[in-house]
């Protein structure tokens, strides 16, 4: 914050100094008269910014000084960082009272140098739609917490049904006491509204968009000391939360703020999830700058270079008509958000990361309660950027994305290769096919896709500035061909997975087979909540039917890995191979002031634990003193470290070197800001031993390879390696052939050698494996580490068995013809069964 607003504080009257050291001693009196306290807070290390963040609501940061909101509850948890402060007036409540536009005087109105009442702002709203009922629609979207309308103007030459046109959207003062958005959004849709019929550029701009426009996103904030006044206006809602930290956020998850969603964000969550709006902002005030993504994380938005350029191209137009004090700090009038401080749970990341539209913050005054008499002053600064900050909504790639047989509208992907991530790909909408791809100048390659369909790949495609490059699309039905996917392939027991139809050919009909889960079949096209209780491999199916009756199955053997479930705590454990989470477990957070240590142990005779980390999110700071975790490699906090992470910075895989095998972790967590924490498998690494004759043979293994690479495993016999065959294909070196990629843990695989050679591999060991058979002919590998007697398998599979062989050579197991050259597998070696039906085995114990 510039050192004039500093200036302004004063002259508009800070608190006697007497007031404020009374205050500070007693802030829990200062809550029993307001919801919300104004405060600034002198920091010495910039890097404590994150941490408050999660703590309360940040304002601005200027050089050493943080200016912040906090309810009651957020500054007791912020007295706990010991922080020097001191409570400041209120913007809202500091200069003259302002003036007021009463209902009575709406139609009357013939300067904008008033803020509206709540009553005078329905009927100025209402009156738009009265008045232009060709080009206007208003309505509001809900109620506040306290019963106020959140209103909605609607501007569109087809204003009664959706084209195949952009969706844009303005919302304001989501920030209460942020005041200036709202006149400014207010007289935008005047503007284009009386503007429209003899303005070619206002007319085109309507025309060819369907533009949204919400005055007010917190009247409860606005109107805070009653309908007819925006003096005392509040920063946060009539339940004191800050709606724009209230939000699902990208990394810190759906409550990143511990409040259940407020009801104003429910209605603008649901106004998201109905439409598809291709660009939107959303205005502020107390600083002046234009704000793009991200505010939550530091790497930059896939788009940087078009968020900047956008940005860039609304303050250099302010510039123009604007004198040179205002928006020029920061990079010139623009940033990004989270170079300026980070923010979890605002507007601007949700609606880019989870509804893929372009949004930013656009902060648009030093001053939250401008003087009357400045409101049309920024007016002219803005207007022009405003308009064209919606004109940007109309450039880049668009189309329509369609059935290619049919030409009906289809929801398709549209996927930039090579350049989208963090989700910043687009969808087209349901009702027209319609999609907008906003995009700085270049060359890019897309991909359409579909459920259901197959994709098409369009290459160098050439996009430049304040152009539009129409690009239609039709999808193919093609080929019925069933696959799928899960949301987790690897979970915890009593765990719920959700599964996906990924099928082409158009299919009507789905029927799911998931043996061992609850429930175990689904008829619909994307099963949620399939409940698996018990630790083992399981298969899932699916059968796909289209329109002629046609059907095509999939069977993806051992697809779902269920293991034991393992919480950190004070205790020793020993194990054999699960899943190890912080104390929340799966979908929770761990707490705060938290301090655990626990001492893994192997399983197994000469086995070591190894720790995997799958997820890891904990607090940051720069030398882990808030949040961090911590291994030992041994059975003590004495042994010797083997590391300290915190933040995102994952420790990857960490094996014992210790002759035990073991592993001591600690995790601490310090007295505020908890995460989703961390995900991790532990295994039994040990080592098996493979003899690898000359010629064809059978290979499995009982261990998990710790490097999963086909090269890899096999790098020290490359030499005498001809060729691996298995049921997804092969690895075939010489001819630089390798279509299986990675071992599958219960696969079994022919092999042919050049000579005879010893390999020994590094694996986790799983006891008591589960595996799921097929009628008919199965690969059989052995998943334990002592021979499995054929007449003893023959029994287990309880009648189903016809005979066993082995996978290339000639001794056999078939009980009926009287044949039992095959006495045993061994492992190591790999095998064929035939059975009469479907059948589950589980391997003995590991030994």
Request: a negative charge.
């Amino acid at each position: 914050m510039r050192f004039y607003i500093l200036v302004f504080f004063i002259i508009s009257g800070f608190l006697p100094a007497n007031e404020i050291i009374a205050q500070q001693s007693d802030y829990k009196s200062y809550f029993e008269n307001s919801g919300e306290m104004y405060f600034s807070i002198s920091i010495d290390d910039p890097a404590i910014i994150p941490k408050l963040s999660h703590l309360i609501s940040i304002d601005n940061f200027y050089e050493s000084t943080i200016y912040a909101y906090a309810n009651k509850a957020e500054f007791q948890s912020f007295l706990a960082l010991g922080l020097s402060w001191t409570i400041l007036p209120k913007p809202s409540e500091t200069g003259e009272r302002p003036k007021m536009l009463d209902v009575d005087e709406v139609r009357e109105i013939n300067s904008w140098d008033v803020y509206p009442t709540y009553e005078a702002y329905l009927a100025m709203v209402n009156q738009f739609a009265l008045d232009f009922p060709d080009i206007c629609q208003v309505f509001s979207i809900g109620q506040s917490t306290e019963g106020r309308e959140l209103m909605m103007i609607k501007i569109s030459d087809s204003v009664d049904h959706r084209e195949a046109e952009p969706q844009f959207l303005y919302t304001g003062t989501i920030h209460g006491d942020e005041l200036l958005g709202y006149i400014l959004l207010l007289r935008l849709a005047d503007y284009l509204l009386n503007n429209y019929y003899t303005n070619p550029e206002i007319a085109n701009l309507v025309n060819s968009t369907e533009i949204w426009i919400n005055p007010l996103a917190n009247p409860d904030g606005t109107f805070a000391g009653g309908n007819n006044t925006v003096w005392g206006s509040t920063r946060y809602n009539a339940n004191n939360i800050d709606l724009n930290r209230n939000y699902p956020d990208p990394e810190n998850g759906p409550h990143p703020d511990g409040n259940d969603w407020q009801p104003e964000t429910l209605l603008f969550m649901q106004l998201a999830e109905e439409n598809n709006f291709v660009m939107s902002a959303n205005t502020h005030g107390g600083a002046e700058v234009i704000n793009y993504p991200w505010d939550t994380w530091s790497r930059l938005a896939a788009d940087d270079s078009w968020w900047q350029f956008v940005s860039r191209e609304y303050a250099d137009t302010v510039h123009v008509y604007a004198p040179t004090t205002y928006l020029d700090g920061f990079v010139n009038g623009i940033t990004n958000g989270y170079a300026w401080y980070t923010v979890n749970g605002g507007r601007q990341d949700y609606m880019n990361y989870f509804h893929h539209c372009r949004e930013v913050t656009m902060e648009l005054s030093n001053t939250k309660k401008l003087q009357t008499t400045l409101l049309d002053v920024h007016w002219n600064y803005n207007y022009r950027s405003l308009i064209n900050y919606i004109r940007q909504v109309n450039y880049g790639i668009s189309g329509k994305v369609t059935v290619l047989e049919t030409g009906e509208p289809l929801v398709a992907t549209v996927f930039i290769d090579g350049h989208d991530f963090d989700n910043s790909y687009i969808i087209s909408d349901e009702e027209n096919g319609f999609y907008q791809r906003l995009l700085e100048a270049g060359t890019y390659n897309l991909t359409f896709s579909a459920d259901g369909y197959e994709p098409v790949t369009i290459s160098g495609v050439e996009v430049s500035r304040y152009n539009n490059v129409n690009l239609d699309v039709g999808l193919s039905a093609g080929e019925l061909h069933a696959e799928f996917s899960a949301n987790s392939t690897s979970v915890s027991a009593n765990s719920f997975i959700d599964f996906s139809d990924q099928s082409t050919g158009a299919p009507v009909s789905w029927s799911w087979q998931f043996p061992g889960a609850t429930p175990d079949f689904s008829v619909v096209q994307y099963p949620a909540n399939v409940f698996y209780e018990i630790p083992g491999s399981y298969n899932v199916s699916l059968t796909v039917t289209n329109s002629k009756g046609e059907q095509s199955t999939l069977v993806k053997k051992n697809y779902i890995q269920v293991s034991a479930e393992y919480l950190i705590s004070n205790q020793n454990i020993t194990v054999a191979n699960g899943l190890f989470y912080d104390t929340g477990g799966e979908s929770g957070n761990y707490q705060d002031d938290e301090d655990f240590t626990m001492s893994i142990y192997p399983a197994f005779n000469e086995s070591k634990i190894m720790i995997e980390f799958l997820e890891f999110h904990i607090e940051s700071n720069s030398s882990c003193n808030y949040d961090w975790f911590r291994v030992y490699d041994g059975a003590s906090v004495l042994d010797p470290i083997l590391g300290t992470w915190c933040g995102d910075d994952s420790p990857g895989s960490i094996i014992a070197t210790n002759s035990d095998g073991v592993l001591t972790v600690k995790f601490h967590s310090d007295y505020s800001v908890n995460l989703s924490g961390w995900k991790a498998s532990i295994k039994c690494i040990c080592n098996q031993e493979l003899s690898l004759d000359d010629g064809w043979g059978g290979v499995s293994l009982f261990v998990n390879p710790v490097d999963p690479f086909f090269e890899n495993i096999f790098a020290g016999v490359m030499e005498q390696l001809v060729i691996i065959i298995g049921e997804e294909g092969m690895y075939w070196p010489a001819e630089n052939i390798n279509t299986l990629n990675t071992w599958n843990s219960t696969g079994a695989y022919i092999i042919k050698m050049s000579q005879a050679s010893i390999l020994a591999i590094d694996g986790g060991i799983e006891s008591a494996r589960t595996l799921n058979f097929l009628a008919g002919w199965n690969y059989f590998p052995v998943l334990c580490n002592k021979p499995l007697m054929a007449d003893e398998l023959a029994y287990d599979l309880n009648g189903s068995l016809v005979l066993i062989k082995e996978i290339a050579g000639v001794n056999t197991y078939w009980p009926e013809m009287g044949i039992f050259t095959l006495q045993g597998l061994q492992p190591g070696n790999a095998y064929l069964l035939l059975l009469l039906d479907d059948r589950t085995y589980i391997f003995p114990d590991f030994e």
